[in-house]
């Protein structure tokens, strides 16, 4: 009887620690669980990971039995190419990490793989209510479920020389609501490029999102799911609103681009007024450097994205995600533990104030949150980073976020776009400067329609 006694404790120990390698399993402090992460931060949104990452494994970190380390992989290219190569274990190839970022395009395809772990699974619903909605569908690819897991989101705003502009400005009767829609941009610009001599006015980073976003805001988005397909759909009025209002003036001058960014272009004078993503906060200058080495201060402002006359205001919700990949229990926990804490209002906020991203939850209370934090950072009020951040949120709140639907062949389709937008009107601004000046209505007539059926050809196949 006594033996019998003894088997039937012995079961129930055993069942006792069963359960707890399951989806509530406790760290072990003693035999810490380490977790590794690639990202693609640079500059200061690294040394702001850095230390967040720092400060929870000194916290939370130690006292669950959790260790993060992270490492750059560069830029976002290099990043997925790693990624590729270690899921497919090509020869010379590193081991997945524990978590990486991640944007859609590159997930689908790892988590077709089958090593993804799916996040919701240690989230409750409570938790996952806190986050924006749609920062989750966007991570969500089967119903139910979540491989991409939100940590910080950008936008775009509007960058502008304003002791450039003011001079212009000033002389011509503009005032900045001039700069609120694209085609006051484009006269604008034109304007700008008569009165200066041959100068350019505009430039933006990410010149695929104006055609995405666009062709969004005016009714027609370019992807369209049709059963398992993705359908390429280029409604011809708007691709040639699209022309006139971005490749034709690029063409004729009065848009450009000429560093590797347009803040580069703006520390230079070659340009004016830029749109980029509010993440590139950082990098605008204090004062303009001429060729001739010559120096002048400037005051840069940011306003609101401009939009198209009559729509509905749009803003492009961009910003990778942390996918977990499959292993145990214990490590997918971990791992999600730290993507937890990392995402709450105290770490998220002091991260994104720092880096020009914006909080995955965003709360009523999320504005008052953030004017609290930036003051406890000493964030000067009307500072570009104070002024950055609170038009970046307004963005976020109020404005409609968009970001193209994902599929697999996402970023290949956006990089033919960006192509159409950047080394196809160089190399038709070149020719354009060639030809005489009676020449050059007839030539652009031709260019767009090279330009149109080219671009429409290539996206289909």
Same mark, same amino acid.
């Given at each position: 009887m006594n033996r019998i006694k003894v088997v039937i404790l012995l079961l129930m120990v055993s069942i006792l620690f069963a359960g707890c390698t399951g989806k509530d399993a406790v760290m072990n402090e003693e035999k810490p669980i380490t977790v590794t992460i690639w990202h693609y931060?640079?500059?200061? =949104?690294?040394?702001?990971?850095?230390?967040?990452?720092?400060?929870? $494994? =000194?916290? &939370?970190?130690?006292?669950?039995?959790?260790?993060?380390?992270?490492?750059?992989?560069?830029?976002?290219? $290099?990043?997925? $190419?790693?990624?590729?190569? !270690?899921?497919?274990?090509?020869?010379?190839?590193?081991?997945?990490?524990? /978590?990486?970022?991640?944007?859609?395009?590159?997930?689908?395809?790892?988590?077709?793989?089958?090593?993804?772990?799916d996040i919701s699974e240690y989230m409750t619903e409570e938790e996952l209510k806190e986050y924006n909605p749609i920062f989750l569908d966007e991570g969500s690819f089967t119903k139910g479920s979540l491989q991409i897991f939100p940590v910080a989101k950008a936008t775009e705003l509007l960058y502008l020389n304003k002791t450039d502009?003011?001079?212009? !400005?000033?002389?011509?009767?503009?005032?900045?609501? =001039?700069?609120?829609?694209?085609?006051?941009?484009?006269?604008?610009?034109?304007?700008?490029?008569?009165?200066?001599?041959?100068?350019?006015?505009?430039?933006?980073?990410a010149s695929a999102n104006f055609m995405l976003v666009g062709f969004h805001q005016l009714g027609k988005d370019i992807f369209q799911e049709s059963g398992e397909n993705v359908n390429v759909i280029l409604e011809e009025s708007i691709l040639k609103k699209i022309w006139d209002n971005y490749g034709q003036p690029y063409i004729e001058g009065y848009y450009g681009a000429?560093?590797?960014?347009?803040?580069?272009?703006?520390?230079?004078?070659?340009?004016?007024?830029? &749109?980029?993503?509010?993440?590139?906060?950082?990098?605008?200058?204090?004062?303009?450097?001429?060729?001739?080495?010559?120096?002048?201060?400037?005051? &840069? &402002?940011v306003l609101p994205l401009p939009d198209f006359y009559g729509t509905k205001k749009s803003s492009v919700q961009q910003g990778a995600g942390m996918a977990v990949v499959k292993s145990s229990t214990q490590k997918e926990k971990a791992a999600i533990e730290f993507l937890k804490w990392f995402t709450d209002v105290e770490q998220n906020i002091s991260f994104c104030i720092d880096t020009g991203y914006f909080p995955v939850k965003t709360d009523d209370g999320i504005k008052e949150q953030m004017k609290e934090i930036m003051k406890r950072?000493?964030?000067?009020?009307?500072?570009?980073?104070?002024? $950055?951040?609170?038009?970046?949120?307004?963005?976020?709140?109020?404005?409609?976020?968009?970001?193209?639907?994902?599929?697999?062949?996402?970023? /290949?389709?956006?990089?033919?776009?960006?192509?159409?937008?950047?080394?196809?009107?160089?190399?038709?601004?070149?020719?354009?400067?060639?030809?005489?000046?009676?020449?050059?209505?007839s030539f652009l007539e031709g260019c767009y329609e090279k330009w149109s059926v080219s671009l429409i050809k290539e996206l289909e196949n």
């Amino acid at each position: 009887m006594n033996r019998i006694k003894v088997v039937i404790l012995l079961l129930m120990v055993s069942i006792l620690f069963a359960g707890c390698t399951g989806k509530d399993a406790v760290m072990n402090e003693e035999k810490p669980i380490t977790v590794t992460i690639w990202h693609y931060y640079n500059g200061k =949104q690294k040394k702001a990971f850095d230390i967040l990452l720092e400060k929870f $494994n =000194q916290t &939370v970190g130690e006292e669950k039995g959790i260790i993060v380390t992270a490492e750059s992989k560069g830029e976002v290219v $290099n990043l997925q $190419n790693c990624i590729m190569s !270690a899921a497919e274990k090509k020869v010379g190839s590193e081991r997945l990490p524990d /978590i990486f970022a991640t944007y859609t395009d590159t997930a689908i395809r790892i988590h077709k793989m089958g090593l993804l772990a799916d996040i919701s699974e240690y989230m409750t619903e409570e938790e996952l209510k806190e986050y924006n909605p749609i920062f989750l569908d966007e991570g969500s690819f089967t119903k139910g479920s979540l491989q991409i897991f939100p940590v910080a989101k950008a936008t775009e705003l509007l960058y502008l020389n304003k002791t450039d502009w003011d001079r212009f !400005a000033e002389d011509k009767g503009y005032d900045l609501s =001039q700069l609120t829609a694209w085609e006051g941009i484009r006269e604008a610009a034109e304007a700008y490029y008569e009165w200066s001599g041959g100068k350019t006015f505009f430039g933006r980073d990410a010149s695929a999102n104006f055609m995405l976003v666009g062709f969004h805001q005016l009714g027609k988005d370019i992807f369209q799911e049709s059963g398992e397909n993705v359908n390429v759909i280029l409604e011809e009025s708007i691709l040639k609103k699209i022309w006139d209002n971005y490749g034709q003036p690029y063409i004729e001058g009065y848009y450009g681009a000429f560093g590797r960014f347009r803040s580069d272009d703006l520390k230079t004078g070659d340009i004016v007024a830029v &749109v980029a993503s509010t993440s590139s906060v950082g990098y605008y200058p204090k004062e303009v450097t001429l060729d001739n080495g010559n120096t002048y201060p400037i005051d &840069v &402002v940011v306003l609101p994205l401009p939009d198209f006359y009559g729509t509905k205001k749009s803003s492009v919700q961009q910003g990778a995600g942390m996918a977990v990949v499959k292993s145990s229990t214990q490590k997918e926990k971990a791992a999600i533990e730290f993507l937890k804490w990392f995402t709450d209002v105290e770490q998220n906020i002091s991260f994104c104030i720092d880096t020009g991203y914006f909080p995955v939850k965003t709360d009523d209370g999320i504005k008052e949150q953030m004017k609290e934090i930036m003051k406890r950072m000493g964030t000067l009020e009307k500072s570009l980073v104070y002024e $950055n951040t609170m038009l970046g949120l307004e963005a976020i709140l109020s404005t409609e976020l968009y970001s193209p639907m994902p599929f697999e062949e996402g970023s /290949i389709k956006r990089s033919i776009i960006t192509k159409y937008l950047t080394e196809e009107l160089e190399n038709y601004k070149k020719d354009y400067n060639e030809i005489s000046s009676e020449d050059r209505e007839s030539f652009l007539e031709g260019c767009y329609e090279k330009w149109s059926v080219s671009l429409i050809k290539e996206l289909e196949n």
